[in-house]
T-cell receptor, first 112, second 109 residues
Framework: EAQVTQNPRYLITVTGKKLTVTCSQN?????MSWYRQDPGLGLRQIYY???????DKGDVPEGYKVSRKEKRNFPLILESPSPNQTSLYFC???????????FGSGTRLTVV | DAKTTQPPSMDCAEGRAANLPCNHS???????VYWYRQIHSQGPQYIIH???NNETNEMASLIITEDRKSSTLILPHATLRDTAVYYC??????????FGKGNQVVVIP
């Protein structure tokens, strides 16, 4: 089944403890992207990648890192999480042909 | 990328066609109209997209006016499972998908 898989689905962590949210797609898509969703602010893009080793900042990149060493994986790294990064995170992927993004099921992160 | 304007919310009757409007008066010639929806806290779901011709797939139809300044997403037979926030997005490339506030659609039995 074509899908975008994020892990973990839920995570509670403490301020300053580095964490990685993984994202993997099995559709050989070139484009991948990370979003966060907060009440009243909607979905905002954090980072995106147009292909292996090609990444760029979205609208809210501060406090996040990404890497794209392989086509299928696009992990989101929080080096030193803070409470304002408590949010619902979505990973998504798309082909270059523009057929629309496929989104993962989301990761609900709480930083205390 | 062009901005879009959608009503903040609307109701529609189960079993009837739901017509969701979107204005994008500043759209440029190489920008596409995309529609997504998000069912409560699930990942957004791609519905359909088009450039200037009307499009139809198994989920919906997209009608774009001749001047391309507005479009309508049509859900032919709305069901309760179509209750969601619907997003109309105009973009040039597929890598900078930006979501606005969307239209909260409630299908009423």
């Amino acid at each position: 089944e074509a899908q975008v898989t994020q892990n973990p689905r839920y995570l509670i962590t403490v301020t300053g403890k580095k964490l990685t949210v993984t994202c993997s797609q099995n559709m050989n898509h070139e484009y991948m992207s990370w979003y966060r969703q907060d009440p009243g602010l909607g979905l905002r893009q954090i980072y995106y990648s147009m292909n292996v080793e090609v990444t760029d900042k979205g609208d809210v990149p501060e406090g996040y890192k990404v890497s794209r060493k392989e086509k299928r994986n696009f992990p989101l790294i929080l080096e030193s999480p803070s409470p304002n990064q408590t949010s619902l995170y979505f990973c998504a992927s798309s082909s270059r042909q523009g057929d629309g993004y496929t989104f993962g099921s989301g990761t609900r992160l709480t930083v205390v | 990328d062009a901005k879009t304007t959608q009503p903040p919310s609307m109701d529609c009757a189960e079993g009837r066609a739901a017509n969701l409007p979107c204005n994008h008066s500043t759209i440029s010639g190489n920008e596409y109209v995309y529609w997504y929806r998000q069912i409560h806290s699930q990942g957004p779901q791609y519905i359909i997209h088009g450039l200037k011709n009307n499009e139809t797939n198994e989920m919906a139809s997209l009608i774009i006016t001749e001047d391309r300044k507005s479009s309508t997403l049509i859900l032919p037979h709305a069901t309760l499972r179509d209750t969601a926030v619907y997003y109309c997005i105009v973009i040039r490339g597929n890598n900078r998908l930006a979501f606005g506030k969307g239209n909260q659609v409630v299908v009423i039995p």
